[in-house]
Nanobody, 123 residues
Framework: QVQLVESGGGLVQAGGSLRLSCTTS????????MGWFRQAPGKERECVAV????????YAAGSLMGRFTVSRDNAVNTVYLQMNSLKPEDTAVYYC????????????????WGQGTQVTVSS
């Protein structure tokens, strides 16, 4: 069983930045691809960014490229999401998730999920 705990959410003004962290329990972190997802009220959950097990391959969803960056530090069992130039439409609950496979933007591929952290961007 893998437990994921997100942190770093909060209230920020438009144009600001936040860095989310997701720390996992256990010593198998490097065996999982990691994804960040978000869900705004009344909307479906969407993939934000994905990073593979080694951290060498990562991507952000097309519309977020250039503003959002995912990274990981396997030594401390943590994956990060750096969010810059935030917009009100980025307001959502952000979740991290772990996948035993190669990782994808498809939520069903992920085996473990965190509880989420709220990000609110004011205009």
């Amino acid at each position: 069983q893998v437990q994921l705990v997100e942190s770093g959410g909060g209230l920020v003004q438009a144009g600001g930045s936040l860095r989310l962290s997701c720390t996992t329990s256990g010593n198998s972190f490097s065996g999982y691809a990691m994804g960040w997802f978000r869900q705004a009220p009344g909307k479906e959950r969407e993939c934000v960014a994905v990073i593979n097990q080694s951290g060498r391959n990562s991507y952000a969803a097309g519309s977020l490229m250039g503003r959002f960056t995912v990274s990981r530090d396997n030594a401390v069992n943590t994956v990060y999401l750096q969010m810059n130039s935030l917009k009100p439409e980025d307001t959502a609950v952000y979740y991290c998730a772990a996948s035993k496979t190669y990782g994808s933007s498809w939520a069903a591929e992920y085996d473990y999920w965190g509880q989420g952290t709220q990000v609110t961007v004011s205009s």
